[in-house]
């Protein structure tokens, strides 16, 4: 079983990659061009499995050369991680979601179908649904998508060229609409002088790696994007999902992707929500710090509640969530964090 991953390097590749590689005998093959991914996942997961991972430094948009990588090898599924990812630069900058979200990832489907890999599971989001009614929450895959941010239009649109390519050719597609990912390998060691696996960032976004930073002391405040949301205490409210578990709900889906050999969408999430103030609280209680807290104006493409109906990945699939509890996904965050 030989399988490419887009992104490899990244936080959810470089903990997808390693979900496969432990549990099944395939080869993993990585492309990366490290704008967003890091060097050392890739030598981490390359300490423990030697030959079967590789590493293939390419951008996805020169087509030329990922085009040879398809000639020169057979892969069996590829696992479409690659993404810019950020809210707010997505406003700012459009054209580069829609050039590296939406562009790449029609070449990519291309040159599957041209080079007959029948198999594609794809990183989409809870972003394609924007600010559901709040009658739709927690949110089902048959909600109507209306994304309130280019970022969120790029899945949108990609998955919607996944579903007609699936039509037309011998090709089928699992989208996994992701909610907010975070959390370390639960797997990780921090009492020996090893390689670790968790989320490097260059610049954080994601609330709960802003907060742990905050609570290691590498920042000196966190911001609260509004606190006048018709919410339970005025703050935004999420879905968070322990990295693991979304890593095995990608392994669940290629073997779901496998049998059944038809296409289909998921929400991966936990059905449980909590706002910003109760995040930043948890993670006070589980570092026993505190740290300043600011309240600033809302973020333009910030949607006030998301929240999973996951029933159609628990019903269909084999996944069983394991990490389903906040404390501890905060809990793996912050060791991760002091390490770092």
């Known amino acids: 079983m030989n399988l490419l991953f887009t992104g490899g390097s990244g936080y959810i590749g470089s903990h997808t990659a390693l979900e496969f590689l432990q549990n099944t005998p395939c080869t993993v093959s990585i492309i990366d061009n490290f704008s967003t991914g890091f060097i050392e996942n890739f030598r981490y997961l390359q300490e423990k499995f030697h030959e079967r991972v590789q590493l293939l430094e390419l951008d996805l948009s020169d087509f030329k ?3 040879n990588v398809f000639a020169n090898h057979h892969f069996d599924c590829v696992l479409h991680f690659s993404a810019s990812l950020i809210v707010g630069e997505s406003i700012l900058n459009p054209l580069l979601y829609y050039a590296n979200n939406t562009l790449n990832t029609i070449n990519l489907i291309k040159l599957c179908v041209q080079y007959k890999v029948k198999n594609f599971i794809f990183s989409s989001t809870a972003a394609v649904y924007g600010q559901p009614d709040m009658k739709f ?9 209306d994304p309130i941010n280019p970022y969120g239009v790029s899945k949108m649109m990609s998955e919607k060229i996944l579903a007609d390519t699936s039509s037309a050719y011998d090709f089928n597609y699992i989208a996994l609409r992701y909610f907010n990912v975070a959390g370390a390998n639960m797997e990780n060691s921090f009492s020996h002088s090893v390689s670790r696996l968790g989320q490097r960032n260059k610049n954080a976004t994601h609330l709960i790696k802003v907060a742990c930073e905050c609570a290691v002391g590498k920042r000196d405040k966190i911001h609260i994007f509004g606190n006048d949301y018709p919410t339970k205490d005025g703050t935004c409210i999420r879905d968070y999902i322990h990295v693991n578990d979304l890593a095995n709900a990608h392994l669940e889906a290629y073997f779901y992707l496998s049998k059944f050999q038809t296409s289909e969408i998921f929400n991966v999430g936990y059905h449980q929500g909590y706002s910003v103030k109760e995040v930043i609280e948890t993670v006070k209680k589980v570092s026993q710090t505190h740290f300043g807290v600011e309240i600033a104006p809302r973020r333009a493409g910030d949607p006030m509640e998301l929240v999973a109906n996951n029933q159609k990945l628990l019903s269909l699939t084999n996944w069983r969530p394991k ?11 912050y060791e991760w964090e002091k390490y770092l």
């Open 65 to 67: 050369n990922l085009e």
């Open 137 to 145: 929450i927690p949110v089902d895959e048959n909600v109507p998508l």
């Open 323 to 333: 990490y389903n509890n906040l404390e501890m996904v905060i809990r793996s965050s």
